[in-house]
C-alpha cells in the first residue's frame, strides 16, 4: 500500500487544518489507521489512530479533544481534523497502516504494529 499524507501548511495559533492520508495499491478497509508526527531530533510520536471498524478512537493525551480522527472506506481515505493548534503541534504528520489484517483494537498507539508509512505533511504553528 502506498499513502499519501497532504492538507499541512502554516496556520496561526488557535486555527484549524485537516490532513487527508489517501491509500492507493490496496483498500484500507480492514486495518487500523494511525497518524503519528515528528520534529527534528525527535522520535516519531503518537498522534490518533482509528480502529477498522472505525468504532474505536485513540489520542495522544497532547491532542485529546482538540484532534480527530475519520476514515472514509469508499475514498480510501483517512482524515485529522485539527482544531485549536498550538505552536508544540508544528511537525511533520505521517499516516500509516497496521501491518495484520483485522487488528486489535488495543494498543492502537503502539508503533511497531504500523509497517506501512506515507511521506509526511508539515504543520506550522506560529503566530
Known amino acids: 500500500v502506498q499513502l499519501q499524507a497532504s492538507g499541512g501548511g502554516s496556520v496561526q495559533p488557535g486555527d484549524s487544518l485537516t490532513l487527508s492520508c489517501a491509500a492507493s495499491?490496496?483498500?484500507?478497509?480492514?486495518?487500523?489507521m494511525g497518524w503519528f508526527r515528528q520534529t527534528p531530533g525527535k522520535e516519531r510520536e503518537f498522534v490518533a489512530a482509528i480502529s477498522w471498524t472505525g468504532v474505536r478512537t485513540y489520542y495522544a493525551d497532547s491532542v485529546k479533544e482538540r484532534f480527530t480522527i475519520s476514515r472514509d472506506n469508499a475514498k480510501n481515505t483517512v482524515f485529522l481534523q485539527m482544531n485549536s493548534l498550538k505552536p508544540e503541534d508544528t511537525a511533520n504528520y505521517y499516516c500509516a497502516t497496521d501491518r495484520d489484517k483485522l487488528g486489535s483494537e488495543t494498543y492502537l498507539s503502539d508503533r511497531g504494529r504500523y509497517d506501512s508509512w506515507g511521506q509526511g505533511t508539515l504543520v506550522t504553528v506560529s503566530s
Open positions: 495499491g490496496r483498500t484500507i478497509r480492514n486495518y487500523v
